[in-house]
């Protein structure tokens, strides 16, 4: 059985995610951000996160391969997750509250697909939520190739 873990937990649109605590450096509000050309279809973009030029991770795209609407709503936040030795921030609809998964909750099945970003399912009450793993949200490659933006290649 999987040991109990501090989650924060998230909305997407209908989809509830719980990431890891020691995943998540801070919760912020969205920021300016500029949009990349050649980028994959879930990174919304990079912005300037403390000093850093840092992903921007559409979680509604990720997640359903839809898009978020393009007018920011009130309770709309950026989770800034450890990713590798840098961070990427996860635009998430909202940021629900911390929760604490017990073993029974996230004593599921495993996954029916593989999945790189979510590498597990837990319930809460009657709600089944996706673990997000951070580390995965982007490849090596795409972090190199940010970089070399930053750089300005």
Known sequence: MAAAIQC????VATSFLALPISQVVEVTRPLP????????????GVCVL??????????????TGRAANDAPNASERWVSLRVAERRAALAVDAVLRTYTLSE??????????????VSELATLDSKLLMVL???????????????????GR
């Open 50 to 63: 403390r000093g850093s030029v840092t992903p921007v991770v559409d979680a509604r795209r990720l997640l």
């Open 133 to 151: 793993q951070g580390a995965h949200l982007l490849s090596k490659d795409a972090l190199s190739d940010l970089e070399g933006y930053a750089r």
């Open 8 to 11: 924060l937990l998230c909305q």
């Open 33 to 44: 951000m500029t949009r990349l050309p050649d980028s994959p279809s879930w990174v919304a």
């Open 104 to 117: 029974e909750q996230r004593d599921l099945p495993p996954l029916l697909a593989s999945s790189a970003v």
